[in-house]
Structure formats: structure tokens, C-alpha cells
């Protein structure tokens, strides 16, 4: 259940990645997800000034997910299965204040997932 296609990789994202019209605007279609969560982090809000993210999310206040290190924290959200393509469209969506990491989700899932970059 876990694996995904060579050319495939799992996108944990609990936040604009999951809305409709941010999907279409990234990846062209609409990406079908499932529920997980992360453990060891908890949100914030991050105010984004890049125009094109703020037209194509609604909003200028996006979700950051910080790490704290405590496991008893988790960030809800949906393991997004993707292309490889598709990955490098969403690293050039997100704003330079996140960074990509890899981490195990609550199912088991190893997935990315874009985090506070400090």
C-alpha cells in the first residue's frame, strides 16, 4: 500500500497543495490523497509576498509546518501521490522560507514534505 511507481513519489502536504485550484495550477490536474499526519511538528502561519503563489492559493497567510522535535505533535494532513515531474513543478511553487525534506509519516509512508526552512 506504501509503494508507489518508479516514477513516483509520495507529497505529504497540509496546506495549499490540497486545494483544488492550487493542484491545477501546479500539476494540471486534480491529485487524489489520503489522510496522514506528521509527526514531531506543529504549524504556524507564514505571511507569503510572492504574487504568483498568492493568485494562485486565494491568500497571502499559508500553514508552515516547524519542527519540535516532540512526537506527541502532528500536523494533519493528505499524502498526495505524484510524478517526479510533478515534484519539481511544486519546488518551484513553493516560496524560498520552506525547504523539501523527507520524513516518515504517521502510516509509515517516507514522503516529502515542504517545512520551515529555519
Same mark, same amino acid.
Given at each position: 500500500?506504501? *509503494?508507489?511507481?518508479?516514477?513516483?513519489?509520495?507529497?505529504? *502536504?497540509y496546506?495549499? =497543495?490540497?486545494?483544488?485550484?492550487?493542484?491545477?495550477?501546479?500539476f494540471?490536474?486534480?491529485?487524489? @490523497?489520503?489522510?496522514? &499526519?506528521? +509527526?514531531?511538528? #506543529?504549524?504556524?502561519?507564514?505571511?507569503?509576498?510572492d +504574487? @504568483? /503563489?498568492? %493568485?494562485a492559493?486565494g491568500?497571502?497567510?499559508? +500553514?508552515?509546518?516547524?519542527? %519540535?522535535g516532540? +512526537?506527541?505533535?502532528?500536523?494533519? @494532513? &493528505?499524502?498526495?501521490?505524484i510524478s517526479?515531474?510533478?515534484?519539481?513543478?511544486?519546488? %518551484?511553487?513553493? &516560496?524560498?522560507?520552506?525547504?523539501r525534506?523527507?520524513?516518515? =509519516?504517521?502510516?509509515g509512508?517516507e #514522503?516529502? /514534505?515542504?517545512?520551515?526552512?529555519?
Open positions: 500500500m506504501n *509503494s508507489v511507481d518508479a516514477g513516483e513519489v509520495w507529497l505529504f *502536504s496546506g495549499t =497543495l490540497r486545494q483544488p485550484e492550487v493542484q491545477r495550477a501546479i494540471g490536474r486534480l491529485v487524489e @490523497g489520503r489522510a496522514d &499526519v506528521l +509527526p514531531g511538528y #506543529a504549524l504556524s502561519t507564514l505571511e507569503i509576498v +504574487p @504568483g /503563489v498568492i %493568485t492559493s491568500s497571502a497567510l499559508h +500553514p508552515i509546518a516547524r519542527n %519540535t516532540n +512526537p506527541v505533535d502532528k500536523v494533519t @494532513g &493528505v499524502a498526495l501521490r517526479r515531474a510533478e515534484l519539481a513543478a511544486a519546488d %518551484t511553487y513553493e &516560496v524560498s522560507e520552506y525547504v525534506v523527507t520524513v516518515r =509519516l504517521g502510516s509512508t #514522503a516529502f /514534505v515542504y517545512v520551515s526552512a529555519r
